[in-house]
């Protein structure tokens, strides 16, 4: 039971480019989530889903676009990087009965 | 939106120590969360609360679901260097509402 992992772990993109962060997690939870952590900022809620087939925005979700076609991934893509998308990323996922997150290690990513 | 004031932004303390944070929000929460985050990784749960005056311990940590509903506190009993990281006070509203919103973070430092 590996949890919820995140590929790749540290990324440098040049602007405009793209790119897909990847996460799976293993624990047949419904609920999944995008965080981007900014130093000092605490989690930002990129976009979140219910479950297979289904996805909404959360508080920063301009730039990123987001599919879930299984239980088990939720890949975020980045179309045109940014410098301002320069973040640690962090996917999490959770029961829809609990209000309780599991988080990924995270992915690191410098857009220069 | 919801807001979650989190204090102290940071504490350096000595080993041995102990140490107290709160989290106090402008609105109602059903659940309150800490988490802790070393560093170059992803949060990880500490203590969940889920009623209010609900007090957890988990190892030397105890945590308290305030009376309000509106503020939590963690305390760490005799500090230890691995204690060293962000820790994050998270809180989530009743009913269907699965969304967290999080603190901006607590950075603990343990001097040997």
């Known amino acids: 039971n590996a949890g919820v992992t995140q590929t790749p772990k540290f990324r440098i993109l040049k602007i405009g480019q793209s790119m897909t962060l990847q996460c799976t997690q293993d624990?047949?939870?419904?609920?999944m989530y995008w965080y981007r952590q900014d130093p000092g900022m605490g989690l930002k809620l990129i976009y979140y889903s219910v479950g297979a087939g289904i996805t909404d925005k959360g508080e920063v979700p301009n730039g990123y676009n987001v599919s879930r076609s299984t239980t088990e991934d939720f890949p975020l893509r980045l179309e045109l990087a940014a410098p301002s998308q320069t973040s640690v990323y962090f996917c999490a996922s959770s029961y829809s009965t609990e209000k309780t997150q599991y988080f990924g290690p995270g992915t690191r990513l410098l857009v220069l | 939106g919801q807001q979650l004031n989190q204090s102290p932004q940071s504490m350096f303390i000595q080993e041995g120590e102990d140490v107290s944070m709160n989290c106090t929000s402008s609105?109602?929460?059903?659940?309150w969360l800490w988490y802790k985050q070393d560093p170059g990784e992803g949060p990880v749960l500490l203590i969940a609360?889920?009623?209010?005056?609900e007090l957890t311990s988990n190892g030397r940590l105890t945590a308290q679901f305030g009376i309000t509903r509106k503020d939590s506190f963690l305390n760490i009993s005799a500090s230890i260097p691995s204690d060293v990281g962000i820790y994050f006070c998270?809180?989530?509203?009743?009913?269907?509402?699965?969304?967290?919103?999080f603190g901006k973070g607590t950075l603990l430092t343990v001097n040997p």
């Open positions: 609360l889920y009623k209010a005056g």
């Open positions: 998270a809180g989530a509203s009743g009913g269907s509402n699965y969304k967290l919103t």
């Open positions: 609105s109602i929460f059903n659940t």
């Open positions: 624990m047949n939870h419904n609920y």
